[in-house]
C-alpha cells in the first residue's frame, strides 16, 4: 500500500493510505468499539522508530547522526508517497506477545514488514548523510 500523507502529532502519526486497512473504532451511533476498515492507520512515535529503523539503514543513520529523535516534520518527509506491507493483528487487553508485552488496549497490533521510500526522498536521505 501507498503511504499518501501523514499526519503527525504530539505521541502519535495517522497514516493516510491507498487501500483500506483493518481498524477498530467507536461506532458513532452506539458508542461501542468494532472491528472495521478504514483508509488510516496510526501509531506511536516509538513504535515507528523501533520497526522503520531496521527496516531502512539510512534512516537509522539521520537518527544517529542528529543524536535525537526524528521530528514529525521528518518522518512526514520521509514517509509520504512510500509504499509499505503493514501486518495488522488484532489483539485484546490484557493479552501477551510472544515477546512478553503485555497489552494495554484492544486494537490491531500494526507491524512494518517493508518498506520503499520514493526515489526523491532517497535522493534527499543520501545528500543528507554526505554520500
Known sequence: ????????????????????????????????????????????????ARQVYPLNADIAELRSLRGQSLSGADWIKLLTGAKVEVDFTFVKEGETDTDGFLHQNTGYKKTFKSLKLTDAVTARLVRALGF
Open 1 to 48: 500500500m501507498k503511504i499518501i500523507n501523514v499526519v503527525t502529532f504530539e505521541d502519535s502519526v495517522l497514516f493516510n493510505v491507498d487501500s483500506e486497512v483493518p481498524a477498530y473504532k467507536a461506532n458513532t451511533e452506539t458508542g461501542a468499539y468494532e472491528q472495521t476498515n478504514d483508509t488510516a492507520f496510526s501509531m506511536s512515535y516509538a513504535d515507528l
